[in-house]
């Protein structure tokens, strides 16, 4: 069965902080890795990394993926009260085009 | 804008009741998807379909079926619903071929009385 971990399930930063999340996985037939936000109710797309070591940046935030370790990490430098939401991990697999998703992230950040 | 829109963000029902949950999306996308959100166990697929009228299983199906009669709809049915049907539901839809990027509905939060 496959399985995406992420840790930690919730944290709380000050404004200004930088933070490093987690999401590690074990499947079969691995083909990408995905990040998602959800602030209210639908998950916006983030970042999607499907070779190990290249890393995607979007403003101030950027994510890797470690093949060999199977992880990945999505870092947010210099938070903002607006990058409070869930942050979901999700393993594409196989050619059925299947995404398992981790539990999320809740990450709030406070002034 | 992708838009895909679920036609209610909040709804009651209860045990037993008959219950549809409609999802449409705007950009002919071939690869609609319904999931349910519940805390401690994040998404998880019920049903998927890669065509009109074609569906298949996700990981959890029972207690759920879907239809798809024209492209852009895609619809939930809960036969019968019970109280542990009470969760977050969120509808997506993708390309084929571009299936990675999922695009999401608002969701709609069904409590089951």
């Known amino acids: 069965e496959d399985k995406v971990v992420q840790s930690p399930l919730s944290l709380v930063v000050h404004e200004g902080d930088t933070v490093t999340l987690n999401c590690s996985y074990e499947v079969t037939n691995f083909r990408s890795l995905l990040w998602y936000k959800q602030e209210k109710k639908a998950p916006t797309f983030l970042f999607m990394l499907t070779s190990s070591g290249i890393e995607k940046k979007s403003g101030r935030l950027s994510s890797i993926l470690d093949k060999k370790e199977l992880f990945s990490i999505l870092n947010i430098t210099a938070t903002q009260t607006g990058d409070s939401a869930i942050y979901l991990c999700a393993v594409l697999t196989g050619t059925a085009s299947k995404l398992t998703f981790g539990t999320g992230t809740r990450l709030q950040v406070t002034l | 804008d992708v838009k895909v829109t679920q036609s209610s963000r909040y709804l009651v029902k209860r045990t037993g009741e008959k219950v549809f949950l409609e999802c449409v999306q705007d950009m002919d996308h071939e690869n609609m998807f319904w999931y349910r959100q519940d805390p401690g166990l994040g998404l998880r697929l019920i049903y998927f379909s890669y065509d009109v009228k074609m569906k298949e299983k996700g990981d959890i199906p029972e207690g759920y079926s879907v239809s798809r009669e024209k492209k852009e709809r895609f619809s939930l049915i809960l036969e019968s619903a019970s109280t542990n049907q009470t969760s977050m539901y969120l509808c997506?839809?993708?390309?084929?071929?571009?299936?990675?990027?999922?695009?999401f509905g608002s969701g709609t939060q069904l409590s089951v009385l």
């Open positions: 997506a839809s993708s390309f084929w071929g571009d299936n990675e990027k999922l695009f």
